[in-house]
């Protein structure tokens, strides 16, 4: 008797985008960011190999830094060459041939193979093995990735996000989905969307911060405070993507150019100076940086309002 082997396949992202787009945003979020999770401390450990390997041969840490980036990139592309080598073979083997998708298909490059890169090119094989691990999760996690960004492309509001310089399709989407839906109307006004994603002020005038105890008052503060560092570190790229790519040129040789998001940065920076000329430039930049995200929050709930009210 014959036993029938049916393969698996996951939806292609044109199957997957007839269902409801924020459906689809909403349920690869989670996926996509508990990879993220997984994949960059190995990525700080082998970093940090690379890091201690350069320093033992005497270059200082700013000098070091460059090398190893240089040689993340060089193991990731002879391990991406294993991979691909090894698949070949594999299809060789089996009869079945399919076209190698980097994208799609995890390390499949034998410890052998690990162990001979390492070998040939001189480098602790530890390194060799924590950056296989690294690509698999990588590259499931841009196939979510894809999944995120074909269902952003969908949603009403990307012909407004689109126009915005520095904002991309998967920053739209990691606030959706850690919003649970659209802006609007799951949200009644935009103060609640800065507080959904850790930027609002909580009753006594202080900023929303996490806040640890045990005891019930601090337990019901926290509750109260409702602080996701999650969901503020996803603002925190958005705010990263905005002040770099809202700018050109250089303030100091007076050939600085500013774009909406620069030009509101840039503006509450020198109020944030003006005001408190005591405190130090991170502290100005940072209260720039979160007075830019709550105006980008506060417009994509609005442009969403219009777009659903008409």
């Known amino acids: ?55 033992a041969q005497g270059h200082e840490l700013k000098d070091g830094k460059p090398l190893a980036k240089k040689a993340m990139a060089d193991l990731t592309r002879l391990v991406k060459q294993a991979d691909k080598t090894m698949y070949a073979e594999i299809n060789e083997r089996t009869g079945r041939p399919k076209r190698y998708n980097p994208t799609l298909f995890p390390s499949v490059a034998s410890i052998d193979e690990l162990l001979m890169i390492s070998r040939d090119n001189a480098l602790d094989p530890t390194v060799t093995i924590l ?66 994603m850790g930027l609002a002020v909580m009753a006594n005038g202080e900023r929303q911060r996490k806040i640890v105890g045990r005891t019930k008052e601090l337990k019901a503060m926290a509750i109260e405070a409702g602080y996701s560092p999650s969901r503020r570190a996803i603002m925190h790229i958005v ?40 405190d130090c430039k991170a502290a100005w930049h940072a209260r720039a940086m979160r007075y830019m995200e709550k105006r980008f929050l506060k417009y994509m709930w609005k442009e969403w309002k219009r777009v659903e009210i008409g």
């Open 131 to 196: 950056e296989a691990h690294r690509l698999s999760l990588e590259r499931y996690r841009m196939s979510w990735q894809k999944r995120i960004e074909a269902a952003v492309r969908e949603l009403p509001i990307w012909p407004w996000a689109e126009s915005i310089r520095g904002v991309a399709e998967l920053n739209i989407g990691l606030i959706v989905g850690a919003c649970g839906g659209p802006l609007y109307p799951n949200y009644e006004t935009f103060y609640r969307v800065w507080k959904r």
């Open 1 to 55: 008797m014959q036993t029938a082997i049916v393969e698996q396949t996951e939806p292609s992202i044109g199957e997957a985008i007839k269902e409801d787009p924020i459906k689809i945003i909403v349920k690869c979020c989670r996926p996509y960011q508990r990879l993220m999770q997984a994949e960059k401390p190995i990525e700080n450990q082998i970093r940090a190999m690379f890091l201690s390997h350069y320093s």
């Open 239 to 278: 705010g990263e993507s905005l002040v770099k790519l809202n700018r050109e040129g250089k303030e100091d040789d007076g050939n600085l150019v500013l774009y909406r998001y620069g030009a509101i940065y840039v503006n509450r920076k020198k109020w944030e100076a003006g005001m408190k000329p005591g």
